[in-house]
């Protein structure tokens, strides 16, 4: 099992920026990829970024590229999502994943609400 612990959202005005903040605990060892996720209102689920254990390979949605960057630190087991220059469509609840030994994405955390002004 793997509890996910996400912090750091809030309500900010367009161009600002926010990091958002993933605690791992439990059997962060089998970790192999964590990624940030983001549900908007009446909207699907859809994936922000994705980055590996090993080796850090990363994946942007569209439309967060040159915006938006992932991090992990493994000694912290903490996953980061630095969000800059948002946009009122950036507005949504924010889950941070886990995915085990290359499997899907089973292990999310609570949530966090970011929500941008224009």
């Known amino acids: 099992q793997v509890q996910l612990v996400e912090s750091g959202g809030g309500l900010v005005q367009a161009g600002d920026s926010l990091r958002l903040s993933c605690a791992a605990s439990?059997?962060?060892?089998?970790?192999?990829?964590m990624g940030w996720f983001r549900q908007a209102p009446g909207k699907e689920r859809v994936i922000v970024a994705r980055i590996s254990y090993i080796g850090g390979n990363t994946y942007y949605a569209d439309s967060v590229k040159g915006r938006f960057t992932i991090s992990r630190d493994n000694a912290k087991n903490t996953l980061y999502l630095q969000m800059n220059s948002l946009k009122p469509e950036d507005t949504a609840v924010y889950y941070c994943?886990?995915?085990?030994?290359?499997?899907?994405?089973?292990?999310w955390g609570q949530g966090t609400q970011v929500t941008v002004s224009s």
């Open positions: 994943a886990a995915s085990l030994g290359g499997g899907p994405y089973e292990y």
């Open positions: 439990g059997r962060t060892f089998s970790i192999s990829s």
